[in-house]
């Protein structure tokens, strides 16, 4: 496998704290909050602790007695609690209020183990397919609601908001919005099977006018754009190398007989960041290595391996896929 | 000092006795509680000197497998994409490492301790039920190592310790994996509340005289608490995991959204036990280290009533907070907020706890020895874990949080500082108990100080590898996410932590001697009665109790109980026996017989494991099989039990005699049948939880129940078998010649009273059409029918065992105590068959609110009725029924239901007045008022002599 590294979830400086968006970002004041209470608390109590095995006699004395237990055990949490709850629960309300409506709204489904991607009209219709990356304009709220095809899953972008989980049977509302045009990382929280660890994604945000244009673009039915890694002559042999090995029984590509269902839409796969749900940069060696080889890059997962394919055909599908932009 | 029983405290001052002890009277006790001789009595042992060290050893090697397993899973995450373990068996591995940890390390080991070291510190021969505890662990044994093999051969679950349907369902895990999960662990939790029954019987009926509550040691209350806790908390999972095999057996759908059921219900069903699990797990360590730090510190617990108080609020508020585990589904507001709070008050207690051991330390002078550096250690490390709780607890930073590794390090914290170390801290400070040699001391210290440092570079970086959005449960990550370098950090620490424990595992080798000719004793100087010189009877007299740290008030003691001064200097009729005491006072009571070793619980319990193994691996027919030989084992041990008495009563010492037999509350079967009920009847009132709860997701599933002649047909053979549960054994009191065989055709009859009402319930649903794969209501209506089935079917034995003592000559007035607690149990399930037929026909149909408003008064009055009737029976438990407090209570009680009567009565007369929509709707109304005014008068009439009695 590559060493080369998708985008998505970035360690350093810890995404909680790293907030990109005002509903991540009430909740970087509170775990600072809470990490400073928690640093007061401990110290008091090992200074408590350090009086009462190593202090003068006087001082032991002191804490040596049943008023400790009330003040230190007792009135102090109760105050301390008291104070963070009424704290926690007005942030609460503020980062995760109703949706309203007007606001955007996008459909996440999880799958075992990607991410089904639907832009939603104002009557709740879908207009467009994508997978495993979300588009967003910037500084606009946008409604995500989340539904699950399989088992539980829960998404997860730590810079723009708290996460929550995917159930089936159920839809649940998360509103998240980006204050600054990027790429924010995400992943899937809630243990789901198998290759769990290798389900992310990536939120983008652009600016309103990017966002339009993007969102144009991708209504349209698939078009491969022709360059120096994809000549046409390429193109077209991946194209019926796609068809031939029955890709379409799973995948859409808008615009082709390719209408499946079970996997990610491809109508614009060569636009996108990642591959395999976030784990592999997106070009066409990772995407020859991926069809040729997705069991051994993420075991368990849905989409078979095709090691029957020569190099050249999968030169070929891979400068189709990656030439659908 | 009032008599709580009418004993005479008076009594007491005639010990320690002074006259000289007959000669031959302490071989004859040593002789009764002989250890084995031969080598398979080693297995057929029953004391719990035997059966606690076993049960204390297998729980500390369940520990070491799931470190093991701790261990591999750290090897594969030092590297990015590392190849070290391939996922599925990462998977497998992860979850097996958390269930292990949680249902055959925690629970077990601390349940372990009490068995081992109750009897001792309460002054008592044996726990009260000892092959029932002998039956626990080798059913856990047996249990535990054959669901641990599962990981040899692939088959381990691995769905994660907390199973999550629809991914643990059969879609998603068409192999055994989670039937080992489910069926493994469902029957490790029976043997978990088969210890609870024995320890808070044994914890409220066989302590020394004159331990009243207030004398009652903190370890012990630590354990009664925490024994209540199983019987409240264990019951849902046993729910859970019932209904999740169910499904993937046979297609009930209680979790598949699609058919009406809902993820969500496991989700509360499983939390509800799972957070009290928490502390169910914690407060015995807790009062493990309330009894060790002032040990080391040489000085009584400061605060002693706070930490009893924190340890009772504790168990009350840790069953309002499960669904903090849920902030993420999208829970309603008000639930959220309301979970938010209680668990941040639950955090309250601990506070107060662990001033409390501060304070101790503060008021004397703390030694720093193994076991106090570990109880030092655990409260550091534990109050890091409160604190990052604290944070979880507010919701919007567990938005974040949730199932990160910041979870990972904050429940290692709480668990690793509330549970491991303190347990660390017993061992070191009780082995000297069972030991001839206690362990090294400077081995202790290097194990502390490495499994410390360990134990902090392990999990410490943990929170910020959360905070930097690596999730808990993944098998790998990929490189460049930044999370490498505390990820090795972690690994280190884990092996830090690996070495400290087989460090001790040497330590154990070299100097744990079992049962030698003398073990090493008092060497921590503790105050405790486990401290006393004793033998595999414990002691040999049993002292009268004046004080919570007796060894350190009384300094003749030891000597006066050796010499068989106090109570019960030998055995007086030749047989295993223990004083049973008042639950409050802890006046002597009667004289229990107990059991001698004998291999049918045994049989049992491996027959017992083997169904419930058999039947994961499909073989039904050798299941069935195991299981008839397991009911035969079981039938064998009880045939036994309950015979007829020599002597009628005994000299305990000091010319105090008392009775060698006892029926009714204050006997020690009475509880435990009792406690044995609560737990089946909470598994039933969960189920009903499950069936509202699924009928508020998907109620246009439902179908109407059949028509009301299988109700009232029902109910009628119901009522049947509960005036047959009452008449039993009230005929045998009466003692007429024919006693006998009345009592025993009515049990009988009980029995199959309920056999019919069962089959037609049954019968009735399947001609309504109900389907149980259909809908979430046919999956929970089959389920609580099963239940109550269950409880049928053993009822129906124990009618078949009520005749089979009749043949045997064995009903008679003398011994009323088997066929009480059968009529206990068959008015129970006559009971719980009536819930059951009432809530799933009544609600939610249109008839619910008709019969509310026809029976609404009634009601009242029978609430009325039965809650004054329990108020004043537990007056008469304290026999104080004449004391304002228990007055006062039922007049509240009283006052509460006349404003009840007279809402009903306020709400029908409004409705009166409105109502023409129903045609129904007048006659019901007039029903209705007039059993309000009778059910007024009523309570008013009741509530007339409780009045008067002041």
């Not at chain 2, 045998?732 to 024919?738: I, S, V």
């Not at chain 2, 009515?746 to 259909?774: I, N, R």
């Amino acid at each position: 496998m590559t060493t080369e590294t998708a985008p998505g979830l970035s360690g350093w400086p810890p995404p909680v704290l790293d907030p990109a968006g005002p509903f991540a970002g009430p909740i970087q004041v509170v775990a600072w909050v809470l990490f400073v209470m928690a640093a007061v608390v401990l110290a008091i109590v090992l200074l408590a602790l350090g009086v009462a095995l190593f202090g003068p006699r006087k001082w032991k004395r002191r804490v040596g007695g049943e008023r400790l237990v009330w003040i230190g055990g007792l009135a102090f949490p109760v105050v301390v609690l008291s104070g963070l709850l009424i704290y926690g629960l007005a942030t609460g309300a503020r980062v995760a209020a109703e949706p309203k409506p007007g606001e955007m709204r996008v459909r996440v489904t999880g799958e075992m183990w990607w991410w089904r991607v639907a832009y939603l009209d104002a009557d709740g219709r879908e207009v467009v397919q994508d997978a495993n990356e979300v588009h967003i304009p910037t500084g606009q709220t946008v409604v995500f609601e989340l539904e699950s095809a399989d088992v539980i899953h829960s998404f997860w972008v730590p810079r723009l908001g708290g996460k929550v989980d995917m159930i089936p049977g159920r839809r649940n509302f998360l509103r998240l919005q980006a204050d600054a045009p990027g790429t924010y990382g995400g992943q899937c929280a809630e243990y789901c099977g198998g290759p769990h660890a290798l389900m992310g994604l990536v939120v983008v945000a652009h600016d309103p006018r990017a966002y339009a244009a993007w969102r144009a673009r991708q209504a349209q039915a698939a078009t491969a754009v022709v360059s120096a890694q994809a000549p046409l002559a390429l193109i077209d042999q991946g194209r019926a190398v796609f068809a031939a090995s029955g890709c379409g029984a799973c995948h859409t590509i808008r615009g082709t007989e390719a209408n499946g269902l079970a996997g990610p839409d491809l109508t614009h796969v060569g636009s996108r960041q990642t591959l395999g749900a976030g784990i592999l940069p997106n070009n066409q060696g990772t995407m020859a290595g991926w069809i040729s080889d997705s069991q051994g890059i993420k075991p368990g997962n849905r989409m078979p391996s095709y090691p029957v394919l020569t190099g050249q055909d999968l030169r070929a599908v891979a400068a189709y896929l990656e030439s659908l932009k | 000092m009032s008599s709580e029983t009418g004993f005479d405290p008076e009594l007491y001052k005639r010990f320690p006795t002074q006259e000289k002890r007959p000669e031959g009277e302490l071989k004859q006790l040593e002789d009764v509680w002989c250890g084995p001789r031969r080598p398979w009595e080693w297995i057929t042992a029953i004391n719990n000197n035997f059966i606690g060290v076993y049960y204390v050893g297998a729980a500390m090697l369940f520990f070491v497998l799931a470190g093991v397993l701790a261990l591999l899973m750290r090897t594969q995450l030092a590297l990015p994409l590392n190849g070290f373990l391939p996922q599925e068996t990462y998977n497998q591995i992860f979850t097996m490492h958390g269930t292990v940890m949680m249902f055959l390390f925690a629970v077990p080991a601390v349940e372990a301790l009490g068995v081992l070291l109750l009897p001792q510190m309460l002054g008592a021969r044996d726990l009260p039920f000892p092959r029932l505890s002998a039956y626990a662990f080798w059913a856990y044994l047996v249990g535990g190592l054959a669901f641990f093999c599962s990981l040899f051969f692939g088959l381990a679950p691995n769905g994660g310790w907390f199973m999550y349907p629809p991914l643990t369902s059969m879609t998603y895990s068409p192999g055994i994996n989670a039937d080992f999960w489910l069926l493994g662990i469902g029957f490790i939790e029976i043997s978990a509340i088969a210890g609870a029954i024995e320890i808070i019987v044994g914890v409220l009926k066989t302590r020394a005289p004159g331990m009243s509550l207030d004398k009652l040691p903190i370890f012990a209350w630590a354990m009664l608490i925490f024994a209540c806790m199983i019987i409240i908390a264990f019951p849902s999972v046993i729910l859970s995991t019932l209904l999740l095999e169910l499904e993937r057996a046979l297609d009930w759908p209680f979790f598949d959204a699609a058919r009406g059921g809902d993820p969500v219900l496991w989700q509360h069903l499983f939390w509800f036990f799972g957070h009290p699990e928490v502390y169910i797990i914690f407060l015995p360590a807790a009062g493990a280290m309330s009894t060790i730090i002032p040990v080391v510190a040489r000085t009584r617990l400061v605060g002693h009533r706070m930490v009893v108080m924190a340890m009772l609020a504790t168990g009350f508020i840790s069953f309002g907070v499960w669904a903090h585990h849920m902030f993420t589904i999208g829970m309603p507001r008000l639930s959220i907020n309301y979970f938010s709070a209680a668990s941040m008050a639950v955090s309250v207690p601990a506070g107060v706890q662990v001033f409390a051991w501060i304070a101790t330390l503060a008021a004397g002078r703390m030694r720093f020895n193994t076991p106090g550096l570990f109880a030092v250690g655990g409260l550091v490390i534990f109050v890091m874990g409160g604190l990052t709780g604290v944070m979880v607890a507010m919701v919007p930073f567990d938005w974040q949080a949730h199932d990160s590794y910041f979870i990972v390090a904050h429940l290692h914290y709480v668990l690793i500082g509330g549970m491991v170390f303190p347990l660390f801290a017993a061992i070191y400070y009780w082995l000297p108990m069972s030991s001839a040699r206690p362990l090294s001391e400077r081995w202790g210290r290097w194990i502390f100080w490495l499994m410390f440092a360990g134990h902090n570079i392990t999990f410490l970086p943990m929170h910020l590898t959360g905070l930097m959005g690596m999730p808990r449960r993944v098998y790998t990550y990929l490189p460049g996410r930044g999370w490498d370098l505390l990820n090795v950090i972690s690994t280190v620490g884990a092996f830090m932590f690996g070495l400290a424990v087989l460090l001790w595992i040497v330590d154990m080798m070299r100097n744990f001697r079992l049962f030698g000719a003398r073990e090493a004793g008092n060497i921590y100087d503790g105050p405790g009665l486990e401290w006393l010189p004793n033998g595999l009877y414990s002691l040999r007299s049993i002292p009268v109790i004046k004080s919570l740290y007796p060894v350190w008030d009384q300094p003749d003691l030891a000597r006066d109980v050796a010499a068989g001064r106090y109570f019960l200097p030998g055995a007086p009729r030749g047989e295993r026996e223990t004083i049973v005491t008042s639950p409050l006072n802890a006046e002597p009571q009667y004289l229990q017989r107990m059991p001698r070793p004998s291999s049918w619980h045994v049989w049992g319990a491996i027959f017992t494991a083997g169904f419930f193994l058999i039947l994961t691996v499909q073989a039904y027919a050798a299941s069935v099989i195991s299981g008839l030989l397991a009911i035969y084992c079981i039938v064998k041990w009880c045939w036994n039990m309950d015979r007829p008495m020599a002597q009628a009563s005994v000299d305990i010492g000091g010319g105090v005699r008392v009775p060698t037999y006892r029926s009714g509350p204050s006997s020690h079967g009475w509880w435990a049948m009792v406690i044995t009920l609560i737990v089946g009847g909470m598994v039933c009132l969960l189920a009903g939880f499950a069936y509202v709860f699924l009928w508020s997701r998907r109620p246009d599933l439902w179908i109407a129940p059949p028509d009301m002649s299988g109700l009232i047909q029902g109910v009628g053979l119901l009522a049947v078998a509960g005036l047959c549960a009452w008449g039993g054994p009230a005929a045998l009191k009466l003692d007429r010649p024919r006693s006998g065989v009345i009592a025993a055709v009515l049990l009988f009859v009980g029995a199959a009273a309920l056999v019919a009402a069962s089959a037609t319930d049954f019968t009735t649903w399947m001609g309504a059409g109900l389907d149980p794969q259909a809908s979430g209501q046919g999956a929970t209506v089959f389920a609580l029918m099963s239940w109550q089935a269950l409880f049928v079917g053993i009822g129906a034995i124990m009618g078949v065992f009520a005749v089979a003592r009749w043949l045997f000559g064995l009903a008679s007035a003398a011994q009323p105590a088997t066929f009480e607690l059968i009529g206990l149990f068959l008015a129970f399930t006559a009971g719980q068959g009536a819930f059951v037929l009432l809530l799933t026909r009544l609600f939610p149909g249109a008839e619910m609110r008709s019969w509310l408003m026809m029976t609404g008064g009634l009601l009242v009055w029978a609430a009325h009725f039965l809650g004054v009737y329990l108020i004043s029976s537990l007056g008469d438990v304290a026999a104080t029924a004449d004391a304002p407090a228990w007055r006062g209570a039922a007049l509240v009680f009283s006052g509460a239901c006349l404003v009840a009567e007279g809402a009903v009565l306020w709400l029908l007369a409004r409705r009166a007045r409105v109502t023409d929509d129903e045609g129904l709707a007048p006659f019901t109304i007039g029903v209705g008022l007039t059993g309000a005014l009778a059910g007024l008068i009523g309570v008013v009439w009741q509530t007339a002599p409780i009045l008067m009695a002041g």
